[in-house]
């Protein structure tokens, strides 16, 4: 889609009210809710984070979002696919702020040249105990990404149309602490198979865009 008929729909946004959990659970493990049930305690101190979906033109104006393929680590979110973004600091004003300085480290964006348009539905990550709050932002010129070595492993460009195909929309197998495999809903991304929370995520955010456009 062109850069410039995104840009004139996309703020309408800001006055939709949010679906929630009605777009996250299109794209929810079928375990979630038992694992929801075990960490309602640990859920009440939970660690913050923020991400940010950024949305922006490429060198040839169409309308993009950076992904991320963080590094392989001994962690729950080795090698998966996220947005840009992390833990809530001391230094940090605010969750927005999180979301803006972390994208900055991990991708090179700067913060006075995103746009904040939405907070979006937090969402809770039991194998982590974190709660994230996404944020949806728009930059107006082509970023230099700049990738943070020692936490990313690879940038991913993922076209707006090709995002908003239903055929992105899968079924993948996924381990879980059981040890056994369980069928879960996934986007398939630029070959990249994006499930989870990210993809729960991504699923409100496909519905608002859908919603303006």
């Known amino acids: 889609m062109d850069f410039n008929i995104f840009l004139k729909s996309v703020p309408k946004i800001k006055n939709l009210e949010l679906p929630g959990e009605v777009s996250q659970i299109k794209m929810s493990p079928p ?15 939970a660690k913050q984070a923020a991400v940010l979906a950024l949305f922006y033109p490429n060198m040839h104006n169409e309308t993009h979002l950076i992904l991320i393929l963080r590094k392989t680590y001994k962690g729950v979110h080795s090698a998966q696919v996220g947005f840009p973004g992390g833990k809530l600091e001391d230094d940090d004003t605010d969750l927005q702020m999180t979301a803006l300085r972390e994208t ?9 040249t995103v746009n904040v348009l939405k907070r979006m539905t937090p969402m ?7 709660t994230v709050h996404p944020f949806f932002g728009v930059t107006q010129s082509t970023p230099n990404f700049i990738k943070q070595d020692d ?5 991913i460009e993922v076209s707006l149309s090709h995002f908003l195909d239903e055929s992105t929309v899968i079924q993948t197998s996924v381990p879980t602490s059981y040890k056994v495999n369980v069928e879960v809903p996934a986007f398939k991304l630029n070959d ?13 955010i496909k519905d608002l865009i859908k919603k303006v456009l």
Not at 124 to 130: A, D, L, T, V
Not at 192 to 204: C, D, P, Q, Y
């Open 192 to 204: 990249h198979v994006v499930w989870g929370a990210t993809a729960m995520m991504l699923s409100e």
């Open 31 to 45: 375990y979630r809710l038992e694992l929801m049930e075990h960490n309602k305690v640990l859920m009440k101190t």
């Open 104 to 112: 900055y480290e991990e991708v090179g964006v700067p913060m006075n």
């Open 124 to 130: 809770y990550i039991p194998p982590s105990n974190f």
């Open 151 to 155: 936490e990313v492993e690879d940038l």
